[in-house]
């Protein structure tokens, strides 16, 4: 399996010529029994929502490190009112639409997901046959879904309060469909998270650690070998786990990466005088998808994307053991 993309270190993407395989599937479905019934689920999902009232922000950073992911130029853009969910769908709410719908995402569809190698048991170990060449540590794990997030052997419920995961953006709009919610655009996802700080590097400020505390859920530790836990987690942790930002939203920096609506473009908004500045929704078509956030993976050694102007993609049927979403609404 190869990979070109210049941030395999933060999601690998699925390969162009997959086919899928019969479904492994309707292992969500056996939970059944544990799973809160579809409209309590719809109700919380409507209910946990922070109400912005839009306007104009700083968006992007100048930051020259990434120069393949379109960070910059820092523009003003204009948000119209929103409503954004305070953290990302959990595996409690994700089982519920499975049961629910029947719904089989496409890591089940293609019968396998990349799981980072730490996770994947002995026994399970024994059958992967490929990693990601340039990003050794994701595992194609067969068997691996959002309902088995380290593979056959483990199961949702043993998380269910954690980020839903191994879901590609084509399952995220799957949910939000049913959930009658949509994923934010990218303009959005970075006004919430934001928080109201002007132009901060952090969801939080500038500072990483301030005081010694940590914000968010990243990697500490030499990357990919050795995780010191200094912030307490390996893999996901527990929605709001950590503390929330200034509008009220949790888990914006680490933790997953998280879908936006848009097509990705190293430099579609680059141009002034071609795009808009309000309500910005990206190029009309593309390959991948954005996603903002950074995840559990990301140290500053190889990959600071847990920055608030920071962003990548990847293609709408990839999923991979740190890649979710949350939801928003329009007012
Ligand atoms: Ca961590
Ligand atoms: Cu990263």
Known sequence: ????????????????????????????????????????????????????????????????????????????????PFSIARHSVTNRQFAS????????????????????????????????????????????????????????????????????????????????????????????WEFAARGGLDGATFAWGEELTPGGKHMCNIWQGDFPSENSLEDGFHGTAPVGSFPENGYGLFDVAGNIWEWCSDWFSATFHSNERRVTRVNPAGPRRGQSKVTKGGSYLCHDSYCNRYRVGARTSSTPDSSTGNMGFRLAMSQ
């Open 97 to 188: 639409f499975a049961a629910d719908t029947g719904y089989a995402t496409e890591a089940e569809k293609f019968g396998w997901s990349f799981v980072f190698h730490h996770f994947v048991s002995e026994e399970v170990k024994k059958s992967v046959r490929s990693a990601v060449q340039g990003a050794q540590w994701w595992w194609q794990v067969h068997g691996a879904d959002w309902a088995h997030p380290h593979g056959p052997d483990s199961d949702w419920s043993e998380t269910p309060d954690n980020p839903a995961v191994h879901i590609s953006w084509n399952d995220a709009v799957a949910f939000a469909d049913w959930a009658e919610m949509r994923l934010p655009t990218e303009a959005e």
């Open 1 to 80: 399996m190869t990979q070109e993309d210049n941030c395999s270190c933060c999601t690998p993407e699925r390969p162009k010529d997959e086919s899928t395989e019969v479904s492994a599937s309707a292992n969500g479905i056996s939970q059944i029994a544990s799973v809160s019934d579809a409209a309590a689920i719809k109700a919380e999902l409507r209910k946990n929502v922070i109400g912005l009232d839009g306007g104009p922000f700083a968006m992007g950073t100048n930051d020259r490190r990434f120069p393949g992911d379109g960070e910059g130029p820092v523009r003003e853009v204009t948000v119209d």
